[in-house]
């Protein structure tokens, strides 16, 4: 089925749960990154049961950098 | 939180970093860098716009660091962690992200004199309102928390009084009235206890105590369980981040704001002598709490001392308390009274094997005159408070022999 992944289209087998989609995507540091679907946060305790339906739209965020280095 | 190892003894040797692909190296490196380098403009800006994963600024994060708060993460069983240059760094920075002019802090009365200057004497010119209670008393906490409360901050054990709060009791209280429990667990470690598993909702550390546990590094931790909504009216300036990261706003808040802005970061060198001393925290307590109890109880019944005190004694108000909250150990802190601080003077000054300085959780045996020393810029009241009498002395039960402490100990009081 097909889905998005932080803008890009990707292919990803049915019925895939956020923990599988974060091994899949072979994200770095799963334990920094916040997940939101379709604009909704998802709880790091629903990782394992939440999956991802045909369209939906998954950003990975992460808070490690940002901000400006040189003051 | 995370899954944990069969038990936190194993927890602290295998929760950090994976071995090196290339060299297998089973320590972690030490990255002493200041920036990290990016192949593309795209790269750097997705780092920066939060959506790639990737370190930038040492004051921000860094690698050997991160490998630090994993391991204190995993520890505490939380959510995530965010390590800093000291406890006392933790406790400010911690505090700006929650409490502004106009609002309050309800601290015990025990708490460690560092941790009292701070909130009555530095943030108080801010327009921050602070009042200390009995952490002993629950109903104390009752009776004081108000609207303008925002966070409450106890110790696990009070440094030095030893008294021992109900941890649960207190979490009950501030979360009927919607206000965070931060607690301190410098004194007893996760080992002994988890707050989270009392209703912490936040936990810190020293870490330049117990976790480093060889007095060669200074630094300090902020542990978020993720108990805490942060989309809770009482903290408007979390809403931005609880609006991008959820349960993470607190986190992600000190991480791209309050400690990158102040700039409390923890040197990446400290960050690996931490990682590498908590491995053996678990042989470590356990030599230290027997060691202490021993103590405790040689003291208690000497004839030169007016009174020992411990969690562990059951003499000890909190003992019951203790017994059920830490496990049946109860910490390397051990005071005595002798008196006068003439008695004290000269028994200090005739130990040979006890350091005489200021740290707790060495490898080895420290003592300190609390009163002359740590506690010095306090006023008489703020000291009784703190339970510091001018013939008190505070012991870290070191990891030595015991019977070699217990005779350095003995020498001492025949000397007097």
């Known amino acids: ?71 | 939180m995370h899954t944990p190892a069969r038990n936190l003894e194993t927890a602290l040797i295998h929760s950090g970093s994976r071995p090196d692909e290339s060299t297998g190296a089973t320590s972690p490196p030490i990255a002493q860098s200041t920036a990290f380098a990016y192949g593309s403009a795209e790269d750097i800006e997705a780092v920066f716009a939060g959506r790639d994963a990737g370190f930038v600024y040492s004051r921000i994060a860094n690698p050997t660091v991160a490998d630090f708060e994993l391991r204190m993460t995993v520890l505490e069983d939380g959510l995530a962690a965010i390590a800093v240059s000291s406890g006392m760094a933790a406790i400010s920075a911690l505090t700006l992200a929650l409490v502004g002019s106009g609002d309050e802090i309800i601290a015990g009365s025990s708490v460690f004199g560092g941790t009292y200057s701070l909130f009555q004497h530095t943030l108080s010119h801010l327009g921050v309102r602070v009042r200390f209670i009995d952490p002993t008393r629950p109903e104390a906490l009752r009776e004081a928390i108000s609207d303008a409360t925002r966070m409450v901050f106890v110790e696990t054990i009070g440094n030095p009084k030893l008294d021992v709060p109900d941890l649960m009791a207190l979490a009950a209280i501030a979360h009927e009235r919607g206000v965070p429990l931060v607690v301190d667990n410098t004194v007893t470690t996760p080992l002994l206890v988890q707050p989270r598993r009392f209703g912490a909702d936040l936990v810190i550390h020293s870490t330049s105590k117990f976790i480093n546990g060889h007095g060669n590094a200074i630094g300090g931790i902020i542990v978020d369980t993720g108990a805490f909504n942060w989309s809770n009216p009482r903290f408007p300036r979390l809403a931005p981040f609880h609006e991008r990261v959820g349960q993470f706003a607190l986190i992600a808040a000190l991480r791209n704001r309050f400690c990158r802005d102040l700039g409390c970061c923890l040197s990446p060198f400290n960050a690996f002598l931490m990682s590498m001393g908590m491995e053996s925290l678990g042989v470590r307590l356990e030599r230290h709490c027997g060691s202490a109890s021993t103590v405790a109880a040689f003291l208690a019944t000497h004839p030169a001392v007016d009174e020992a005190r411990y969690p562990g004694l059951p003499s000890h108000p909190g003992h019951v308390l203790a017994r059920c909250q830490f496990g049946g150990r109860y910490g390397a802190v051990v005071t005595l009274r002798l008196g006068t601080r003439e008695r004290c003077f000269r028994f200090i000054n005739a130990l040979k094997l006890a350091k005489n300085l200021t740290n707790l959780g060495d490898t080895r045996t420290l003592v300190i005159h609390p009163a002359s020393t740590i506690c010095r810029d306090l006023n008489a009241e703020e000291r009784s408070a703190m339970g510091v009498s001018d013939d008190l002395i505070r012991f870290s039960v070191g990891l030595e022999h015991t019977a070699d402490i217990l005779e350095d100990m003995d020498g001492a009081l025949r000397a007097l």
């Open chain 1, 1 to 71: 089925m097909k889905i998005t992944v932080n803008d890009s289209s990707k292919d990803v087998p049915e019925g895939l749960t956020i923990t599988q989609l974060l091994a899949l995507e072979k994200v770095k540091m799963p334990a920094m990154v916040s997940v939101q679907v379709n604009g909704a946060i998802v709880e790091r305790d629903a990782f394992a049961t939440t999956r991802v339906r045909e369209l939906d739209c998954v950003d990975f965020l992460y808070f490690m950098g940002g901000g400006g280095e040189v003051r």
